[in-house]
């Protein structure tokens, strides 16, 4: 009896044991999103996360990537903290109907691992100019280098590196299927679950030398976008920075008409700047943002010059031909939508032509009450008028007056100004 009670507690605590082991062994997965454009945003949140893998001595990182491309410093930066991990960094473009085009190819083919949904696509990574359009020569140096760069990065994690030049100097794209017989990827999965089971003892090659990855039954950790890395990520869209923009003008141009609003300045003041950030990341053609600027020009001029609409007309075209002009990219993610630029375009040109221009007359129209109402109103001399002294019959109010000229009783005259309650006349020609 006291052996089976021995040999019952020696097998319960050698269970309790190896119930611990594998609860110690059992490690975590972090795993971020990063859908839309590759910028400074993104490859903050990227680099960032990939830091605190390290620390926190995760399995692995996973990055969920859907992307039409972005920048390429933003895309060296990350390709770069990738190099750099300890931790094996694993791409899934997913879900089914992502891309990973043109800086997504890069952080792809720089993964520890990589593999797609089904559904998706990667490829058309040609570089393109972002700020100023290349001629022919810079356009050949652009691209040699980020065909050699590309290459470098398949021949390192040994995938298809003919493809990869490929898709530079072609544009060429692939299905997820056709990566995965190219050797452009290592896995197809259906899902994030799936893919950790099929990596699991999969070995890669990180900075600290080979490493078994161990993705079975694993803790999935996500770390969200912070809402800092949201703003940013958000006011870097072109139609955000496009309507920024005209805000910051608006809310200038109201405090300067208007000095000692304060709020339509800070808050313009504040767009702008928001707006010029986001210009720092995308196509923007500068010849673009001044017919813009010049369109405002055009519409504020119209209410203060006579010019039967031709201002107007010239403001509509130069805002127009500027909002076309503004973010030039190949690619639909970095221009304006047309749905946006037609009623900016019209809203700006009546709120300068209409609103402004009946504020404006406000401004200018003679007062209809009150001592200034007096100022240029036609009357009779009352009695002889001089320097020194004299009464006027003005609206059926006898007032005192003066006068820099004789004025005879019974002469018409005009009021030129008016000091306290004595108003000074001049004779009606």
Known sequence: MLKRTLALLTFLSLFLSVQLFSQEQKKDVLVITVNGVINPASAEYIGKNIKKANEQKREAIVIELDTPGGLDTSMRDIVKNIIGSEVPVIVYVSPSGARAASAGVFITLAAHVAAMSPGTNIGSAHPVGVGEKMDKVMSEKVTNDAAAYIKSLAERTGRNSKWAEDAVRKSVSATEEEALKLKIIDFVSNDLNALLSTIDGKKVKTVMGERILKTANVNIVREEMSLRHK??????????????????????????????????????????????????????????????????????????????????????????????????????????????????VVMTALFFTIVLGLAYKAYKRKPVTGSEELVGLEGIANTDITKESGMVLLHGEIWSAYSDEPISKGEKIIVDSIAGLRVKVRKQK
Do not use: R, W
Not at 244 to 261: A, D, K
Not at 265 to 277: N, P, S
Not at 283 to 303: H, K, T
Not at 333 to 343: D, E, N, Q, T, W
């Open 231 to 344: 703003i940013l990520n958000f006011i870097t869209d072109p139609n955000v920075a496009y309507m920024l923009m005209l805000l910051g003008f608006y809310g200038l141009f109201f405090e300067l008409t208007n000095p000692g609003s304060i709020f339509p300045g800070v808050m313009g003041g504040i767009c702008l700047i928001l707006a010029f950030y986001a210009f720092q990341t995308l196509p923007v053609n500068y010849a673009g943002l001044l017919l813009i600027i010049l369109a405002i020009i055009l519409f504020i001029l119209e209410v203060t010059i006579v010019s039967h609409g031709v201002l107007t007309i010239g403001g509509i075209i130069s805002m127009l031909l500027g909002s076309l002009m503004l973010f030039e990219s190949p690619g639909p993610f970095m221009k304006l939508s047309l749905a946006l630029i037609l009623p900016a």
